[in-house]
């Protein structure tokens, strides 16, 4: 073959290539495209599965935190004629137990908010600690009487919970 003939049929190849070149561009840019839409789709599907499971969780957390607050605690929980130091135990105790009754509800939540609802909670609980301390307090009556006089001055934790839980639902709208 001379050199002519090869020179030929390079130039009839070459646009085969490049029209080869272009369409395997094209069709890598549809696939891709396609995969991208895939996984919207899907997403946008899940999306619409695990929103009320959200929403659920975010109620539940709700519920515990308007149930460790000192408030609705003290009416719940009666002192009866038990010690100062056992009616703080039952308290931190029922708190724990409500505490644990939601800990599944953490990986529906974001990590923040989960951390500020534990937050809430160990407030709670070492504000009775530091209350049934106080040697002026005798009694669980006495107790309950003083952790209601605080609410008096300082808002309880549970509330920062609360408002946070509500700024975050914001953001799921």
Known sequence: MSENTILQMLFYLLPAVVVGIVAFYFFNL????EEKRRRFLLHKENQKQALPLRLQAYERMTLFLERIAPSSLLVRVKPGKSSKGDYASLLIKTIEQEFEHNLAQQIYISDECWNVIKA????????????SEKEEIEDAAQLRQHILNSLLEQQPPSETGLSYIKREIK???
Do not use: P
């Open 30 to 33: 549809h696939v891709k495209n």
């Open 120 to 131: 809430s909670k160990n407030a709670t609980i070492a504000n009775i600690r530091k209350t």
């Open 171 to 173: 953001t799921l709208w």
